[in-house]
């Protein structure tokens, strides 16, 4: 048995917005008592030297097996490219540094940043390969370009017709212009792509797992763990080589394909299948959230990707094999419709709520009283970083009426228990969107990138902000063992540069993780 004193820090356990001791002790990676004391005591013992310590952070909506199932994408996400020109260049870069025949990819672009104010084309990318197929994702992973060579390669033209539900944009003639817009246009064409090999998923979440280790996050769940074969396989032995992260997964509920029975054992462990991801419409970012109201300017409701019965059938599988329903809803008629739904059904889990509404955009008094008062538990993972990262498209698509009801965080934190914040890496339009203090900064001063306020009353306080990552997150999934630093959980901790408490509100962003330690280990 080995035993660990660490003291002088101020330690934010995560019971409650008020919850602070000052050591904990541990034994054999797992915290058997917190509370306050001076003395650092027995073999390997730590003085903390009066720094801040968090839980593990959890992050509740990311998506690394879509990471590890897209060959190597270079990143094209603003700051770092704000125009039609730095992508072509930045995808140039990339082409050089591979090799062969290889498709070059990339993902992250914002075309609502470009001076242009327009979406790249099979024109521009052509420029990059004429004979390479290149293909670069937007920013919401929900729509692409291609180039020439790439729709070759899928076999589309102009004689193709559109994938239910999405587009293939057009020149003027009809032809096909590289823009797909909708996960099933961008899938006709992906579909192609040369999947990496299950070695190469596993080298990629071990890296995807030492970044998260590097930001304080000790957990996560992916929220459509079907971008590779075998998620469970891969994420297991993945863990087996030496990642340390706890992992959840959703696969994506597909109704051509309906996803197997599990397993007794997939369910419990570390790397578990926790839900079913259904994704019943787009993003406001892009205007095809599905919308009561049509987006300003237009007659335009948004897209609704799946019927009423493909979202049941889900919830049957969720229900007959004990695991969460996660829908992504975005728009207020989609989040209308989950709400109808289920509100008056039975939940079928105990522990943590049985439907996950994923982002939950527009939340009104009335939608969120809703919620509290069902039969049905609903839990929400939402994000402060999209409206910081992605005000612009925000700006075009909700109108000034709405904006009180955009993401509001602290009406949430009232009503919603199971409520989290997390990232949505790699669909949010911003470089190292998973830096859990950039949210926490937006949460707390509710500004966007380029300094313009949003919906200022929902802001939260930072003990607030902090739980939404740590002791109301761990309500939000079967992620055990984190969340709170408190008897019987993981001794998972992060211990910061500077007080993210005290600090002045416009710094919070600048506090940095300097040790991450993972089951009583430093592993950052
Ligand atoms: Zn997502």
Redesign the pocket.
């Known amino acids: 048995m080995t035993t660990h004193m660490f003291t002088n820090a101020k330690v934010f356990t995560g019971d409650s917005e008020t919850g602070f001791a000052s050591a904990f002790r541990v034994v054999d990676g797992t915290i058997d008592w917190v509370g306050d004391a001076a003395e650092v005591v027995g073999e390997g013992s730590v003085d903390l030297g009066g720094r801040t310590v968090l839980p593990g952070l959890i992050d509740s ?1 990311t ?1 690394p097996a879509l990471i590890a199932g897209t060959a190597a994408a270079v990143e094209c996400f603003p700051p770092a490219v704000t125009s039609v020109d730095a992508l072509v260049e930045t995808l140039r870069a990339h082409a050089a540094s591979t090799s062969g025949e290889e498709w070059i990819l990339g993902r992250g672009f914002d075309e609502t940043r470009f001076p242009e104010r327009r979406m790249p084309t099979i024109a521009d990318l052509d420029q990059v390969s004429a004979d390479r197929p290149v293909l670069v994702w937007r920013c919401d992973a929900h729509s692409a370009v291609c180039n020439s060579e790439a729709l070759r390669l899928a076999g589309i033209d102009a004689d193709t017709p559109d994938p239910e539900g999405s587009r293939f944009e057009r020149d003027d003639a009809g032809r096909p212009n590289g823009v797909l817009t909708e996960i099933a246009a961008v899938s006709a064409v992906t579909s192609v792509i040369p999947p990496p090999t299950r070695e190469e998923q596993i080298a990629t979440i071990l890296t995807f797992g030492e970044d998260l280790a590097s930001r304080g996050i000790v957990a996560v769940c992916d ?2 763990s079907t971008r590779i074969d075998d998620p469970l396989g891969v994420f297991r032995e993945a863990a087996s080589r030496g990642l340390r992260t706890r992992v959840a997964l959703y696969p994506g509920w597909d109704p051509e394909h309906p996803l197997a029975d599990l397993a007794p054992g997939d369910t419990a462990g570390r790397i578990r299948v926790a839900g079913v991801k259904v994704v019943l419409d787009g993003a406001y970012s892009n205007r095809t959230a599905w919308v009561h109201e049509p987006y300003p300017e237009s007659c335009d409701h948004g897209l609704r990707l799946v019927a009423d019965d493909d979202v049941l059938a889900a919830a049957d599988w969720a229900r007959r094999n004990g695991v969460q329903l996660a829908v ?1 809803a975005m728009g207020d008629r989609a989040l209308d419709r989950v709400i109808e739904l289920f509100a008056d059904r039975e939940p079928w889990l105990d522990d943590v709520p049985s439907v996950r509404i ?1 982002h939950a955009t527009l939340v009104s008094d009335d939608r969120a009283e809703r919620m509290r008062a069902a039969r049905m538990s609903f839990g929400i993972a939402t994000h402060t970083v999209f409206f910081f990262a992605e005000y612009d498209g925000y700006e075009t698509a909700l109108r000034a009426e709405q904006v009180p009801d955009a993401y509001p965080i602290s009406r949430l934190f009232g009503t919603i228990e199971a409520l989290a914040l997390s990232s ?1 890496r790699p ?1 949010t339009a911003w470089s190292g969107a998973d830096d859990v203090m950039l949210s926490i900064e937006a949460a707390v001063r509710r500004m966007a990138h380029n300094g313009t306020e949003f919906g200022a009353d929902a802001a939260v306080t930072v003990p607030q902000a902090v739980l939404l990552y740590t002791g109301r997150a761990r309500l939000l999934s079967p992620l055990h063992g984190v969340g709170r630093l408190a008897p019987g959980f993981d001794a998972s901790f992060a211990v910061l540069d500077r007080d993210v408490f005290t600090v002045p509100e416009d710094e919070i962003a600048s506090v940095r993780v300097a040790e991450t330690w993972i089951d009583g280990q430093r592993v950052k």
Request: charged share 25%.
């Open positions: 909506h998506h929220l459509l992504h994923e949505d669909a």
